[in-house]
């Protein structure tokens, strides 16, 4: 849903379009720490889903706040809207 917050409700359309085409990825945080994003669509190729979950996953983890103490990344898992989850090794992001 479009959401002043997030800029895909304002008055500057053009630069929201650029930022969306340019690779702008928007994730949401629950209260339990889950976070949920899209990293593309089943048209996509595969090295595409790739760099682009590697670079969610890198952004992830630059992410963690100094203060933040023991493993930042416990579990990954990723799925299609209504599929099932796959689990995903975490080893290289701790």
């Known amino acids: ?24 990825i928007e994730f949401r945080v629950d209260k339990a720490g889950n976070v949920q994003a899209a990293i593309g669509k089943v048209s996509f190729p595969l090295e595409s889903l790739e760099t682009n979950f590697n670079a969610f996953m890198d ?27 796959v689990k995903i090794d975490t080893n290289p992001y701790r």
């Open 1 to 24: 849903m479009p959401n002043p917050k997030a800029g895909t409700v304002t008055m500057d359309v053009t630069r929201a379009v650029r930022e969306t085409k340019g690779g702008k």
């Open 59 to 85: 952004q992830i983890v630059r992410s963690k706040p100094a203060s933040s103490k023991g493993v930042y990344v416990k579990n990954v898992s990723v799925s299609s809207t209504m599929g099932p989850g």
